[in-house]
């Protein structure tokens, strides 16, 4: 069968390539969203070729549209008493699985293009946990930066004042992203629980532990990645211990991901803001980082200011600091062809994604090409929604886990996904492919779901 081929990206399969035309007639600008459609059609030729019925049933042209997108405004009023309107999303994507489930970003780059990305990989993310969940998504382009604590509180409760008539603990449960953390996630549960006059625990996920978080939770999409990273590590025989590690970012992810590979015995030479980066040939110190980003608040250069090993690097780019072990843990399309050619050749044996999609087209193929073992976010960094399955188990037995249980059942799921998606590369002919093995597995589980419910 013919094959078409970007400039950088990966080739769609001739049966498939209509479907990727009207989806970029259909959404015109929405780029990230392309993208991200892109990279899972890229992989489904050899799938639909064994399973001919996904074509003819339309399951993929189905999964391409969104099943619910709602738009809003939200309004709110500043310190200084101005009004300011800022633009609420929440794109429920696929239900086959479970209720909507995703995360809610904060940052002022969100767009709906944003938003259905990473709906989209959230559908087949939640698939490959093997837990109840369906796909959502949601944010807004609200900067929390340098907003007071009441700003953030006003925002919060004026995103869930709309909101709140679109979830349920059966219907759509929300949960943190890019500037949503603990305090977001408390400001919109009080005012979903005042809107409603109902503790409906299981409605959003990431709460705080005394009331209905669960343990575990905070750390788990940075360990997960971490454990995903270690698995790819065994298979191949190698080891993370001993090796050096670069982390892009400082937040939730990053922090989480830099505490595992340091009790792995790895070692943490780098990581970033949207300022800049540090480097620090002693390993990077968690306690001081957590306490200048998780309580302060401030930005990276100050690790630099208090840390005499480490240097902080205000342009460039973090993927030039050689290392073996890349854990890019950010944002979307932040390390390019380029950087994935410097780390290259700088030794690179591993890229695990805790980010969602923080490569691009480009710099997958340059990892590919060049043997480096390359693991897609959809995978890697799939133990913090998982964990948020586990919060709401937790929630619907009105029962609480211990933190050991709860990261063994955590480290467990990775494994699992782990030998899913390698058993599902291996099954196809394509041993080693993380890309092809997490998007086929994920997709046949949700396909299959869909057909057994008929035209939905
Ligand atoms: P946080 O808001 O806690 O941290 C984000 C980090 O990335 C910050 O250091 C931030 O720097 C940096 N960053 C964000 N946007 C940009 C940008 N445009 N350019 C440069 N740096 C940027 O978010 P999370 O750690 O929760 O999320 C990080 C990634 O992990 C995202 O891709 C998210 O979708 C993904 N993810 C998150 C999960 C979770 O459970 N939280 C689960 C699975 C995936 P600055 O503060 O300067 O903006
Ligand atoms: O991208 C993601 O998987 C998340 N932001 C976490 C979603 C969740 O519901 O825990």
Redesign the pocket.
Known sequence: MTTATTSTGPAIDQSLQHVYAEVLRRNPGEHEFHQAVEEVLASLGPVVRRHPHYLAERVIERLCEPERQIIFRVPWTDDAGQVQINRGFRVEYSSVLGPY?????FHPSVLLGTVKF?GF??IF??ALTGLP?GGG?GGSDFDPKGRSDAEVMRFCQSFMTELYRHLGEYTD?????IGVGGREIGYLFGQYKRITNRYEAGVL??KGLAWGGSRA?KE??GYGTVYFANEMARHAGLSLAGHDVVVSGSGNVAIYAIEKVTELGGRVVACSDSSGYVVDERGIDLDLLKDIKEVRRERIGQYAKERTSARFVDRGCIWDVPCEIALPCATQNELDEEAATTLVKNGLDIVAEGA?MPCTPGAVRVFQEAGVLFGP?KAV??G??A???LEMQQNASRDTWTFEYTDNRLAAIMHNIHERVVSTAEDYGRPGDYVFGANASGFTAVADAMLAMGVI
């Open positions: 489930k995703g995360g809610l970003r990473l990989e959230q993310k939640n969940i998504k449960v929300p949960a943190g992203d996920t990431g939770r788990a999409t969602n976010g960094n799939a913090g929604v964990t948020s399955a």
